[in-house]
């Protein structure tokens, strides 16, 4: 009996030979694909990652002009500093969950950089921002950076731990970013109702929305879903404002156009009514000294004045006609 098991066995494994090495190289192939595909995942999250950096720094520098204009002025007039102490505090949120997480040193680099942005240009602002307004840029910062961002630093350090640190940091996170992304639908309202793109800088806006597709694609090739959310939002408002800016973008080149035309024709009818009244103010002149003229030849009287002491004094009084 043992003998015939034991050619049947080698029977079976001899016929099931073939069918392992099959297997086994199908697996070894479904493995090294598997490898390949993770590589180039890895590639490709890479590359998202170097590409959001810099179009995110791009975003960074882009109010340079408008301190430009605050240095040559020496006032800041009437910006504000909400943006960047907003962006400040963005920058240190998403520093503090990069640093709970894993693989995502891109993250804590641009943030980093940003930072140290918004932080020169706030001291910027404060230096040339008259005392009312730089008590109230004082407060916010205050308010924000040093109360809000201490409470969540203490709050998931004390009452969370491990993983769930990351989770709540996470959902912070994304809804302060979601905040920050639904911001613009102000400038979006009045770009509809003015019919007019001078508030809203087309560059940025591109700037904006390749940041949020390069962000999404980050962080969903990551499978981080606090990062890849937000920027749905943000690139779905970045879309909006370019339709609207090349629906609305020759209105103002045509509203220029009518006012420079109505100011010429408006400078050219005060100087014709100027030139009139001119004209017409030396009519009634001529009219006048005319008038006075033949009243003089009309009736003239003349005085003589006191003789001397030794002529009797007398008036002749003489009128000619």
């Given at each position: 009996?043992?003998?015939?098991?034991?050619?049947?066995?080698?029977?079976?494994?001899?016929?099931?030979?073939?069918?392992?090495?099959?297997?086994?190289?199908?697996?070894?192939?479904?493995?090294?694909?598997?490898?390949?595909?993770?590589?180039?995942?890895?590639?490709?999250?890479?590359?998202?990652?170097?590409?959001g950096n810099i179009v995110s720094f791009m975003v960074f520098l882009a109010p340079i002009p408008t301190f430009?204009?605050?240095?040559?002025?020496?006032?800041?007039?009437?910006?504000?500093?909400?943006?960047?102490?907003?962006?400040?505090?963005?920058?240190?949120?998403?520093?503090?969950?990069?640093?709970?997480?894993?693989?995502?040193?891109?993250?804590?680099?641009?943030?980093?950089?940003?930072?140290?942005?918004?932080?020169?240009?706030?001291?910027?602002?404060?230096?040339?921002?008259?005392?009312?307004?730089?008590?109230?840029?004082?407060?916010?910062?205050?308010?924000?950076?040093?109360?809000?961002?201490?409470?969540i630093v203490v709050s998931t350090q004390f009452l969370a731990t491990g993983v769930n640190r990351g989770v709540?940091?996470?959902?912070?996170?994304?809804?302060?970013?979601?905040?920050?992304?639904?911001?613009?639908?102000?400038?979006?309202?009045?770009?509809?109702?003015?019919?007019?793109?001078?508030?809203?800088?087309?560059?940025?806006?591109?700037?904006?929305?390749?940041?949020?597709?390069?962000?999404?694609?980050?962080?969903?090739?990551?499978?981080?879903?606090?990062?890849?959310?937000?920027?749905?939002?943000?690139?779905?408002?970045?879309?909006?404002?370019?339709?609207?800016?090349?629906?609305?973008?020759?209105?103002?080149?045509?509203?220029?156009?009518?006012?420079?035309?109505?100011?010429?024709?408006?400078?050219?009818?005060?100087?014709?009514?100027?030139?009139?009244?001119?004209?017409?103010?030396?009519?009634?002149?001529?009219?006048?000294?005319?008038?006075?003229?033949?009243?003089?030849?009309?009736?003239?009287?003349?005085?003589?004045?006191?003789?001397?002491?030794?002529?009797?004094?007398?008036?002749?009084?003489?009128?000619?006609?």
């Open positions: 009996m043992d003998d015939k098991y034991s050619t049947w066995m080698l029977c079976w494994s001899q016929q099931s030979q073939p069918f392992l090495t099959i297997y086994r190289k199908k697996r070894f192939g479904y493995n090294q694909l598997r490898k390949m595909t993770e590589i180039k995942m890895a590639h490709l999250t890479l590359a998202f990652g170097l590409l430009y204009k605050i240095y040559k002025k020496k006032s800041t007039e009437g910006f504000q500093s909400a943006p960047y102490v907003v962006g400040l505090f963005s920058a240190m949120l998403w520093i503090y969950y990069a640093f709970l997480k894993t693989n995502v040193m891109l993250l804590i680099t641009i943030n980093s950089v940003g930072c140290i942005i918004e932080t020169l240009y706030i001291c910027f602002f404060l230096f040339y921002a008259p005392k009312k307004v730089r008590m109230e840029s004082l407060k916010l910062i205050i308010l924000l950076v040093i109360v809000g961002f201490g409470l709540i940091v996470g959902w912070i996170c994304l809804v302060f970013s979601l905040c920050v992304f639904v911001a613009p639908l102000g400038v979006l309202r009045q770009v509809i109702k003015t019919k007019s793109v001078e508030y809203m800088p087309i560059l940025l806006s591109v700037a904006l929305t390749l940041s949020a597709v390069m962000w999404f694609f980050y962080g969903l090739l990551l499978g981080d879903f606090n990062i890849a959310i937000p920027n749905v939002l943000g690139f779905t408002f970045g879309i909006i404002q370019m339709i609207l800016y090349f629906a609305y973008k020759n209105n103002k080149l045509i509203t220029n156009e009518k006012v420079f035309e109505f100011e010429e024709k408006h400078h050219q009818v005060s100087e014709m009514e100027e030139q009139k009244i001119t004209k017409d103010h030396k009519t009634i002149d001529v009219a006048k000294l005319s008038g006075l003229k033949c009243c003089d030849h009309a009736g003239q009287v003349a005085v003589e004045p006191h003789a001397p002491p030794s002529v009797p004094n007398h008036v002749n009084i003489e009128v000619v006609v």
